[in-house]
């Protein structure tokens, strides 16, 4: 499986972005997938998880300004982002935690 993560860029604070995770392989529908970010010195952080049922669970940080969904007939996976602040800054990653599959990172910058 190959996850291919799109959607960062530059945004002023207060704006909107949304990543899109796209999954290659046949059992999507089936795995859970999350989101993490990482800023510069810091530690990966979880942001958001949805199961494969669609339960999802934000760290609350992100609460209510987050939206993560997934569209199971395309393989993607997205992370709307709402209301961005400047220390949403990271390099945002999906991953696949059932079989602990990383994508690659997109680059989320808010300035303020």
């Known amino acids: 499986v190959q996850l291919q993560a799109s959607g960062g860029g530059l945004v002023q604070a207060g704006g909107s972005l949304r990543l899109s995770c796209a999954a290659s392989?046949?059992?999507?529908?089936?795995?859970?997938m999350a989101w993490y970010r990482q800023a510069p010195g810091n530690q990966r952080e979880l942001v958001a998880t949805?199961?494969?049922?669609?339960?999802?669970n934000y760290t609350n940080s992100v609460k209510g300004r987050f939206t993560i969904s997934r569209d199971n007939a395309k393989k993607t996976v997205y992370l709307q982002m709402n209301t961005l602040q400047p220390e949403d800054t990271a390099v945002y990653y999906c991953?696949?935690?059932?079989?602990?599959?990383w994508g690659q990172g997109t680059q989320v910058t808010v300035s303020s």
């Open positions: 392989g046949s059992i999507f529908r089936f795995i859970s």
């Open positions: 949805i199961t494969n049922s669609g339960i999802t």
């Open positions: 991953r696949d935690t059932s079989r602990n599959v």
